[in-house]
């Protein structure tokens, strides 16, 4: 009997797709039954999903707070007082010799003028001096600033909380509200300042009326250290010039930028310029090692949310062995078991990542509205006297979402493999 060559065709098309949709028909089945597994003990599954996602949440937030408080510190490092870098004559940070001061300072002012990622400087004269009152002696540090560009580069001006700023008239002072207890004097009241002229060592004394109080919230500061008219510490030193520049910078990253024109150009034989990072280098070390507590907190996280993930899914292997006995007895392949507790342990990250984001964009978003006060906490010689507000970053969202999702299926290959591993006979007769 002739067989027609059509209907042969047609069979023997049919024979070949039969494979593939049954494979087809196989991954279905085993999505389906992934995806009802998860919630087949559904506090089990909700604890674990709970896991994960605070760990989650804990890690972003422990970064959003590391980051926050970071610029916090370096803000409060330059702003208040220090400037993101300073110009000095070289030796002068090592000995504080008020010999060792620039003396050009015109042409000096010229190049920093145009320079264009300075956006402001202020010159100063300090020296060591004895304040001393009609009640009491006490040592500290006076400087002299130009009362205009100082409130450009510092937070002077802002830390007055009596009286007025300096105006530029000789016989004016400025000093901390701690240093005015100690010495018993209020605004208005005299002090006088004696120093050390430069060159020749003769003391050298002015008589200054009180006429503001200032309070930066950091001890060093407001009981060590005093502000004149820059032309009169000049004249109480008998100097023509000035012994540190500091720098406010167009962008705090510029510090970190040594190509800049700026480092070369002031940087010779005489002068000296210094970033924040060299001026206070411990401040710098300390904050480098900061940033490793996100790298310690995600990593006892992860052991965490893999030792919670495991206990889960073995536990759901366990209460189900029969039912895999009986899969295996009937034609289902160990690898389709493998896929299926592997497709539980994505599921269940899938779940975990979306909460645990949710949940770290609410608690970083108020953090970083609202902010976390520090004010009584001293850190390295520095009072955190500003809050710190975090600072959420979307790419530590999408690594550690991806990470995390990543950590739970590496976790889930253990109980995946012990599943795919299943003797049909022993699982069918071991029950809980």
Same mark, same amino acid.
């Given at each position: 009997?002739?067989?027609?060559?059509?209907?042969l065709?047609?069979s023997?098309?049919e024979?070949s797709k039969?494979?593939s949709?049954q494979?087809?028909a196989?991954n279905t089945?085993v999505l389906?039954?992934a995806k009802r597994?998860?919630?087949r003990n559904?506090r089990?599954?909700?604890l674990?999903?709970?896991?994960?996602?605070?760990?989650?949440?804990a890690?972003?937030f422990?970064d959003a707070?590391?980051?926050g408080?970071?610029?916090?510190?370096?803000?409060i490092?330059?702003q208040t007082?220090?400037?993101?870098?300073?110009?000095h004559?070289?030796?002068?940070?090592e000995?504080?010799?008020?010999?060792?001061?620039?003396?050009?300072?015109?042409?000096l002012?010229?190049q920093l003028n145009?320079?264009?990622?300075?956006e402001a400087f202020s010159p100063?004269?300090?020296?060591?001096?004895?304040?001393?009152?009609?009640?009491?002696?006490?040592s500290?540090?006076?400087?002299?600033?130009?009362?205009i560009k100082?409130?450009?580069v510092s937070?002077?001006?802002?830390a007055?909380v009596?009286?007025?700023y300096?105006?530029?008239?000789d016989g004016?002072?400025?000093i901390g509200e701690?240093l005015?207890?100690?010495?018993e004097?209020?605004l208005?009241?005299r002090l006088?300042?004696?120093v050390?002229e430069?060159?020749?060592?003769?003391?050298?004394?002015?008589l200054?009326?009180?006429?503001?109080l200032?309070?930066?919230n950091?001890?060093?500061m407001?009981?060590?250290?005093?502000?004149?008219n820059?032309s009169?510490a000049?004249?109480?030193l008998?100097?023509n010039?000035v012994?540190e520049?500091?720098?406010?910078l167009q962008?705090?990253d510029q510090?970190?930028d040594?190509?800049?024109?700026l480092?070369?150009?002031?940087?010779n034989?005489i002068?000296?310029? &210094?970033s924040?990072?060299e001026?206070i280098?411990q401040l710098? /070390?300390m904050? #480098?090692?900061t940033?490793y507590?996100t %790298?310690? !907190?995600?990593?006892?996280?992860?052991?965490l949310?893999?030792l919670?993930l495991?206990?889960?899914?073995?536990?759901?292997?366990?209460e189900?062995?029969t039912e895999f006995?009986?899969l295996l007895?009937i034609?289902?392949?160990?690898?389709?078991?493998?896929?299926?507790i592997?497709?539980?342990?994505?599921?269940?990250?899938?779940l975990?990542?979306?909460?645990?984001?949710?949940?770290?964009?609410?608690?970083c978003y108020?953090?970083?509205i609202?902010?976390?006060?520090y004010?009584?906490?001293?850190?390295?010689g520095?009072t &955190?006297?500003?809050?710190?507000?975090?600072?959420?970053?979307v /790419?530590?969202? #999408?690594s550690m979402?991806?990470?995390? %999702?990543? !950590?739970?299926l590496?976790?889930?290959?253990?109980?995946?493999?012990?599943a795919?591993?299943l003797?049909?006979?022993f699982?069918?007769?071991?029950t809980?």
């Amino acid at each position: 009997m002739t067989i027609p060559t059509k209907k042969l065709n047609n069979s023997v098309t049919e024979s070949s797709k039969l494979p593939s949709q049954q494979n087809s028909a196989q991954n279905t089945l085993v999505l389906l039954l992934a995806k009802r597994s998860i919630f087949r003990n559904t506090r089990r599954t909700l604890l674990t999903v709970l896991l994960i996602s605070c760990s989650l949440a804990a890690i972003l937030f422990t970064d959003a707070f590391v980051r926050g408080m970071v610029e916090t510190m370096v803000k409060i490092s330059t702003q208040t007082f220090l400037g993101e870098g300073q110009i000095h004559r070289v030796g002068f940070r090592e000995t504080n010799d008020v010999d060792l001061y620039i003396e050009d300072t015109t042409t000096l002012y010229q190049q920093l003028n145009s320079i264009v990622e300075i956006e402001a400087f202020s010159p100063r004269v300090l020296t060591g001096a004895m304040t001393s009152s009609s009640e009491n002696v006490a040592s500290a540090i006076v400087y002299g600033v130009d009362a205009i560009k100082e409130a450009q580069v510092s937070k002077l001006k802002l830390a007055l909380v009596q009286g007025d700023y300096l105006s530029g008239i000789d016989g004016e002072i400025i000093i901390g509200e701690q240093l005015a207890d100690l010495l018993e004097i209020s605004l208005g009241d005299r002090l006088v300042v004696t120093v050390s002229e430069a060159h020749a060592g003769d003391l050298s004394q002015a008589l200054f009326r009180v006429s503001g109080l200032f309070r930066f919230n950091e001890r060093s500061m407001d009981i060590g250290m005093t502000f004149i008219n820059l032309s009169q510490a000049q004249k109480l030193l008998n100097i023509n010039g000035v012994h540190e520049i500091a720098l406010r910078l167009q962008n705090l990253d510029q510090a970190n930028d040594k190509s800049l024109g700026l480092w070369q150009t002031f940087n010779n034989d005489i002068i000296e310029t &210094l970033s924040w990072q060299e001026l206070i280098p411990q401040l710098s /070390s300390m904050l #480098a090692m900061t940033k490793y507590s996100t %790298l310690i !907190v995600s990593i006892i996280m992860y052991i965490l949310v893999c030792l919670g993930l495991i206990n889960t899914m073995f536990m759901s292997i366990f209460e189900r062995q029969t039912e895999f006995g009986i899969l295996l007895a009937i034609g289902t392949r160990p690898k389709q078991l493998f896929y299926q507790i592997m497709l539980e342990g994505f599921f269940i990250g899938v779940l975990s990542v979306t909460a645990g984001l949710f949940m770290a964009f609410i608690f970083c978003y108020w953090g970083s509205i609202v902010g976390i006060d520090y004010s009584e906490l001293e850190m390295s010689g520095m009072t &955190l006297n500003e809050p710190i507000y975090l600072i959420l970053d979307v /790419s530590s969202f #999408a690594s550690m979402a991806l990470a995390t %999702l990543a !950590v739970t299926l590496l976790a889930s290959l253990y109980p995946a493999f012990h599943a795919a591993a299943l003797q049909p006979s022993f699982a069918m007769r071991k029950t809980l």
